[in-house]
């Protein structure tokens, strides 16, 4: 752990799997997938923790492809992982337990779905106290109206008090 005056800070990357990546075409797929390989990259090189959120339900059983972390994304094989039955990664969960034993008070999520899981969880860490910050270009879904799902969910996770950051290109 850290030591200083310095915020602990983690990443969570949420539902990043193959059920959900190679089912539909995610829009800015490419741009989404190297933003949440630079968060990673990032965080690791700063030695923050990162944890992976996996969702159990019909289609991402556990244990199966669909349910795996998608093999473009950068995870290791020691990071931290969570298992997870409802869209707020906090709920239900030792997500929080986690996240407090290692001393974590501020959080940048990334993942799927914009409006769905990733609004949850926002959502969700901001009612455990945790201060939020969600990756522009980290998170995306697979609808039609993509785009403007992504800047509603940004605009109304913003007036509540969650902060979007951007990772620079050059990390």
């Known amino acids: 752990m850290r030591k200083g ?16 990546t190679k089912s539909k075409p995610l829009y800015n797929e490419q741009s989404f997938i190297n933003t949440v390989n630079r968060a990673i990259k990032k965080y690791r090189d700063s030695n923050y923790p990162i944890l ?3 969702h159990i339900n019909d289609l991402l059983k556990n244990g199966t492809n669909n349910w795996e972390i998608d093999q473009r994304i950068n995870k290791l094989p020691d990071d931290k992982i969570i298992q ?4 707020n990664a906090f709920q239900k969960t030792l997500l929080k337990k986690e996240l407090t034993e290692l001393g974590v008070k501020s959080i940048a999520i990334a993942g799927l779905s914009s409006h769905g899981c990733v ?20 998170h995306t879904n697979w ?16 007036e509540k008090g969650v902060t979007i950051i951007e990772m620079n290109f050059e990390n």
């Open 84 to 87: 997870k039955n409802h869209g």
């Open 5 to 20: 005056k310095e915020t602990m800070k983690a990443l969570i990357v949420i539902d990043v799997q193959n059920g959900l």
């Open 52 to 54: 992976f959120v996996q």
């Open 119 to 138: 609004k949850a969880s926002c959502l969700g860490g901001m009612s455990e106290g945790f201060e939020i910050a969600l990756i522009k270009n980290g």
């Open 143 to 158: 609808n039609k109206d993509a785009e403007r799902r992504i800047l509603l969910t940004e605009n109304e996770l913003f």
